[in-house]
């Protein structure tokens, strides 16, 4: 059995979480200046990519073994996103064959919640 845990106040950097990459993606604020393990060129394509398909992943860069798919809320008429949402799991059990279906849920989710705002 597996469990993230954040503490009160814990800090991550945006860029290795679902959640943050989402809001970086779906956002037009300039990129934080935070170091990658791919240079900010590789970060630059990453958001490409997952403004893209509308979905981030977390592949175990804040836990060993746990895998986050996310995605931004933004409310209606393009206004910034103000928030967004994820689903967590074992690698075992967020496969890559899955990314697509659960990305597709969370987006879906994260839109709901955006028309109802």
């Known amino acids: ?8 106040g ?6 290795s979480t679902g ?12 990129l934080p200046v935070q170091a990658t393990g791919t240079g900010s ?11 893209a398909r509308g979905w981030a992943l977390d592949d175990e860069e804040q ?4 895998r986050c798919v996310a995605a931004a809320i933004s409310p209606p008429r393009g ?3 103000i928030a967004a949402l994820s689903i967590s799991g074992p690698t075992a059990r967020i496969s890559n064959d ?20």
């Open 79 to 81: 206004l910034q996103p």
């Open 98 to 117: 899955r990314l697509d279906v659960l990305g597709r849920m969370v987006v879906d989710a994260a839109a709901d919640i955006g028309r109802a705002l």
């Open 10 to 15: 814990a800090r991550v950097p945006m860029i």
């Open 63 to 66: 836990s060993v073994g746990l």
């Open 41 to 51: 060129a590789g970060l630059a394509t990453e958001l490409a990519a997952i403004a």
């Open 19 to 30: 959640v943050g990459k989402a809001l970086l993606a779906a956002g037009s604020r300039p």
């Open 1 to 8: 059995m597996m469990r993230a845990f954040a503490g009160p």
